[in-house]
Every structure is written in C-alpha cells, then in structure tokens.
C-alpha cells in the first residue's frame, strides 16, 4: 500500500547490442554517497538476463508525452517486439554505459549494478549512478531543473496519474515568514 510509485523505462544493451526497454514501477534512489539506485525485476522476465549478464542499465524518467510508451513496455516483450523501433522513441548513446538513454525522456540516469539481491518474487538490482542527464528544456536561468514542467507520471494500483501541481518545497514548513 505504499502507493504511488514512480515509473520509469528502463533502457539495457544485451551483449550483442540489441536495445530493450522495461517499465519499472520499483524503483527508487537508495543511497546519496555514493549516488545508487535501486530497482526490482521479477527473474522470468526477458530483461532480467540482460540486466543480469551485462550490470548496466538507464533509468529514464517518464512523462505524460510517454505514457503510452511506458505501458506499452511494460506489457510487450522485448522477446517479440523492438520496443524503440515500434515506439518510434529515439535511442541515444549514454557516456558511461552501453544502454542508451531514451532520447524522449526528460531525465536519463546512468547506471552500473554494483550488487543483485535475490528476495522472493522479485531481484533487487542496486546500482551506482554514473551519469546524468537532463533535457535543458527543463532548466531555468539559474540552471535549477524543472521536472514539473515535465508533467511527470507515477504508478498506483494499475492506473498511471499525473503529477505537477507543486504544494510546497522542502522546508517550507519551518522557513521564518517575512514579517
């Protein structure tokens, strides 16, 4: 019931080159020093072999532009289908890692895995962040990131919502008032 999750597509090479993406709805930052990540995939899925052989992966945030990319990955195989030839999404070369970054996405976050953990349904791959990028759409003057202009999605019981409308920024709480 912790609900709602970020989505994301998940971006891989398998060791022939071949692209694939799966949606990921467990998915989270982990660790600020050193910057890791973490996200959990059910063994039988056609990515896991991947992800498992090759240790690097793209998290690429999600927006409501690719909501309908994102489900689609989230139920075609990539056994079957090449999700970015059949998405029309653009495949971009990462820095770090050979996945690519999905070029429509606003945020494309390198990673290697640095451990696997096995807990029952599904594997926990924790992962060290390696690169990031992010579309200069979204930053201001003052090179802060706007991901709210974005219209990011998230994930709760089988339904993908919208995000954006901000109600506060940290701190907001306990900042003194101007008086």
């Known amino acids: 019931m ?12 398998d060791g022939g080159g071949k692209y694939n993406i799966i949606t990921i ?3 989270g930052t982990v660790c600020t020093n050193p910057p890791m990540v973490g996200i959990s995939v059910r063994p039988e899925r056609y990515s ?3 992800l498992k052989e090759t240790g690097e992966f793209v998290v690429n945030l999600t927006t409501k532009e690719l909501v309908y990319a994102t489900d689609f990955c989230g139920v075609k195989s990539g056994r079957e289908v090449d999700k970015f030839g059949a998405l029309g999404l653009t495949a971009l070369p990462a820095d770090q890692v050979r996945a690519p970054l999905v070029g429509e996405s606003p945020v494309n976050i390198e990673c290697k895995v640095k451990e696997i953990l096995p807990l029952g349904s599904h594997h926990l791959f924790l992962a060290q962040v390696a690169a990031v990028h992010a579309d200069e ?3 201001d003057e003052k090179r802060k990131f706007h991901l709210e202009k974005a219209r990011p999605i998230v994930y709760s019981h089988g339904t993908y919502y919208v995000c954006g409308e901000p ?6 709480s306990v900042k003194k008032s101007g008086r």
């Not at 109600?167 to 907001?172: A, C, P, R, V």
């Open 2 to 13: 912790l609900y709602p999750l970020p989505v994301v597509m998940v971006s891989m090479a």
């Open 25 to 27: 709805a467990w998915a």
């Open 48 to 50: 896991y072999r991947i």
């Open 137 to 139: 759409k979204y930053m």
């Open 167 to 172: 109600l506060g920024s940290f701190g907001y």
